[in-house]
């Protein structure tokens, strides 16, 4: 493989993102490049080979508003665990080089004042605003009676999940497809409803969903931070100091 091959992986690594803005609804996606998604789905490594998921493509108007008519609370877990991730300035995030900027969620999940653990306000939204922008949503689903061999909590099966989730995302942002993670999709309560709305059998279980579309108006600054390998690596051995000052950040 070429240095300029490697450099041009290395770019889309890096240029890959999460797109949290509305998606043009009516700009649906070009079938060549829904299957280059699913294609790189297929591609994606699995413990012991397993391909342990199932996709379901939802693309349809009608079916795209019942699951924006879906509630989508949200727990006190996400808000006491979101919290205990956040950063209240830019300087903090970098400085931490790992989490998110509070002013990314709703005022109710980043008061700075609060202790965490004790959340003032929950929000209790739908997905309709979700929904009606976005033109496709696709749902990983798995089989939860089935593990990777000799996998305790099949942990080696939902890593296989991942892989699926990094090549779709990656094949996306190379065709210019905007993606977001839906972790809501995989709520309890959210799961049933979504479970009646497209017919998902009992034994299958979200992984994880994505939306999919161009963004409608141009994404905001969004400060993206990484650590340093330094700070992360240990060489033949974890004894010893890392680096914990290196930060790396990216601006997209
Ligand atoms: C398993 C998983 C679940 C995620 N869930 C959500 C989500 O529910 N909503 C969201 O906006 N981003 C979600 N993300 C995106 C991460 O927040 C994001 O990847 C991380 O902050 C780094 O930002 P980047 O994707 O722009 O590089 C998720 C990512 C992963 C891997």
Redesign the pocket.
């Known amino acids: 493989m070429s240095a300029s091959t490697v450099r041009l992986i290395g770019r889309l690594i890096r240029s890959?993102?999460?797109e949290?803005v509305p998606f043009e609804p009516e700009r649906p996606l070009a079938e060549d490049d829904v299957r280059a998604i699913l294609e790189a789905a297929r591609w994606a490594p699995t413990a012991h080979n397993m391909q342990n998921f199932e996709i379901i493509v939802v693309d349809d108007r009608a079916t795209l508003d019942a699951i924006g008519r879906v509630r989508s609370g949200t727990s006190e877990d996400f808000i006491r665990e979101n919290y205990a991730q956040l950063s209240f300035s830019e300087e903090e995030l970098i400085r931490k080089g790992t989490g998110?900027l509070a002013t990314m969620f709703p005022p109710s999940w980043r008061h700075p004042g609060g202790q965490p653990g004790e959340p003032t306000d929950f929000e209790h939204g739908f997905l309709d605003a979700t929904m009606r922008s976005c033109p496709v949503v696709m749902i990983v689903v798995y089989d939860t009676r089935t593990r990777a061999p000799a996998s305790e909590g099949d942990v080696l099966g939902l890593m296989s999940l991942?892989c699926v989730?990094q090549n779709m995302w990656l094949t996306a942002e190379a065709i210019g497809i905007g993606m977001?993670?839906?972790?809501?999709f995989s709520a309890r309560a959210v799961e049933e409803e979504l479970r009646t709305i497209l017919s998902i059998p009992d034994h299958l279980a979200i992984a994880?969903a994505c939306r999919l579309g161009y963004p409608s108006i141009a994404p905001g600054r969004?400060l993206?931070v990484r650590r340093e390998i330094e700070r992360f690596t240990h060489r033949n051995t974890f004894a010893g100091i890392a680096d914990d000052h290196a930060v790396a950040m990216t601006d997209?």
């Not at 977001?180 to 809501?184: E, G, K, N, R, T």
């Open positions: 890959r993102h999460s949290r998110l991942g989730m977001q993670i839906m972790s809501v994880f969004y993206r997209l």
